[in-house]
């Protein structure tokens, strides 16, 4: 006899966790179905999904470790302190990495307990409709059971893309899990694709000592950002050593025990060669809709191998919603955690909302970057008229003591409305600064809003402010 639940959610990363907690929450009978294991010891599945086990959280762990390694080496001099001999012990950082991780991905098992919600262990799949909603089979190795669930949230998350003819095995050819375990520092690392995983991971090795080249297949460096961030942050990150080829075509990928050797074309046309100790493969992610068996329920998914869903993630099927990257739209964790909210206040019967226009972007390079809204070059497509405010942190008092003036804020604001139509930022600390942008932008806020806005002196904060004002001509420190 099967287990029955009002709410089954399929998948405990970021969307899935997040989903099953809010509707504990809400007095809903929920269990999570998990069974990616993510390297655990014992073999049991790691809850946290992608980003908790092998993206968001391990990388920022090594991305810190690599910052202060290079602060140590390069940084610290200017501020009256000698060091000498400074070595990194990689495996020792790894792990750190994986102490974090445990730690993490422990924390939810501690608030699936606390929430009361069922853990199951295994690989669901839908066997069909039921009177009152839908069957799942889950399978644990060798043994299967059955699940009955009034309603089904699907939150299977994505996986590293692939290129064809190039293998990857994670000890020589990696995508982004490979990437996070070397167990040394490479002398000559190859990265193909300049995206957000690619220049993160890239960044790491390349400040332990790495030389990294980054072959890209768009003509244009960061083409999903304002024109103003994307240009300053090819020549920070060029000037820190990394080594950047625009418009390639990769023709051939060749291993060997020893080193990679990758022949691409040009921009101009020409062939090329390059030779590296590992290589990096980050050409973005799809989606994990396999193994679903979700004709049995009526439903498939589109080209992009994502699950087609209305704007509060309902799929074709009635009672069955899906979130995070297997559907429309960024793939990012806390987008899936606002859509899990979102479907679990629904389910509740309350007014689930999120708002797509306020979910921030984010790059951990140093310096960061992060973004919310409309770009320069959109508002232009879109024939909006807007005014443009931006601040430099140079000017800024806090940024210099701190050391982290590279960078700005720019502020887009509606030329008849003022109303914040997008913020841009670069700078050490965009990730937590960006919040201020979004909540500006959720309340509809003006750029005079957060000029008139008191903002604590010396701060980084206050480089918000000197933007928004500048819209109007009107910055204080420039």
Request: with cysteine; hydrophobic share 40%.
């Amino acid at each position: 006899m099967s287990q029955e639940f009002d709410v089954v959610v399929i998948g405990a990363g970021p969307g899935g966790y997040i989903a099953a907690i809010r509707a504990a929450q809400l007095g809903l009978k929920v269990a999570c179905i998990e069974g990616n294991a993510y390297d655990d010891p014992k073999g049991q599945p790691r809850l946290g999904g992608t980003c908790l086990n092998v993206g968001c959280i391990p990388s920022k762990a090594l991305l810190a470790s690599s910052e202060e390694f290079e602060k140590i080496q390069h940084h610290v001099a200017e501020h009256g302190i000698s060091v000498s001999g400074v070595q990194v012990d990689v495996q020792t950082m790894v792990k750190r990495k994986d102490d974090i991780v445990s730690k993490m991905t422990g924390g939810i098992q501690y608030l699936f307990k606390k929430n009361k919600i069922t853990s199951i262990n295994g690989w669901a799949s839908f066997k069909g409709k039921t009177e009152s909603g839908f069957e799942l089979t889950v399978q644990n190795g060798q043994q299967l059971e059955s699940v009955s669930a009034k309603k089904v949230i699907i939150a299977t998350g994505s996986k590293a893309r692939h290129l064809p003819g190039i293998a990857v095995d994670n000890q020589m050819i990696c995508d982004n899990e490979g990437a996070l375990k070397f167990h040394s520092v490479p002398k000559r690392l190859g990265v193909i694709g300049a995206g957000v995983i690619g220049l993160e991971l890239g960044s790491v090795w390349r400040r332990l000592g790495a030389e990294v080249t980054v072959l890209e297949a768009m003509p244009t460096f960061l083409a999903a950002c304002d024109t103003a961030v994307s240009k300053e942050m090819q020549k920070i990150l060029t000037k820190q050593g990394l080594n950047f080829s625009f418009g390639v075509k990769i023709k051939e990928v060749k291993a060997t025990k020893k080193s990679v050797s990758v022949i691409y074309e040009d921009d101009a046309g020409k062939e090329q060669k390059l030779v590296c100790d590992k290589l990096i493969v980050s050409v973005g992610r799809v989606p994990n809709t396999e193994g679903l068996n979700l004709q049995a329920v009526g439903l498939s998914t589109n080209n992009k191998g994502q699950i087609d869903v209305d704007a509060h993630c309902q799929t074709l099927v009635s009672g069955i919603y899906a979130v995070g990257d297997v559907v429309r739209g960024a793939m990012l964790a806390h987008k899936a955690e606002e859509e899990g909210v979102m479907v679990a206040e629904i389910l509740a019967g309350q007014a689930g909302h999120c708002n797509y226009n306020t979910v921030p972007w984010v790059i951990y390079t140093s310096p960061e970057v992060a973004w919310v809204g409309k770009t320069e070059q959109e508002l232009k497509e879109q024939k909006v008229s807007y005014k443009s405010g931006q601040f430099p942190f140079m000017a800024n008092g806090r940024a210099l003591g701190s050391g982290s003036s590279e960078g700005f804020v720019k502020v887009l604001a509606d030329a008849k409305t003022d109303e914040v139509l997008g913020v841009h930022i670069v700078n050490a600390h965009a990730s937590d600064l960006i919040a201020e942008a979004v909540m500006a932008m959720e309340f509809k806020a003006s750029s005079e809003d957060i000029g008139r806005i008191c903002h604590a002196h010396p701060s980084l904060s206050e480089v918000m402010k000197e933007a928004a004002l500048a819209c109007d001509k009107r910055q204080l420190n420039m």
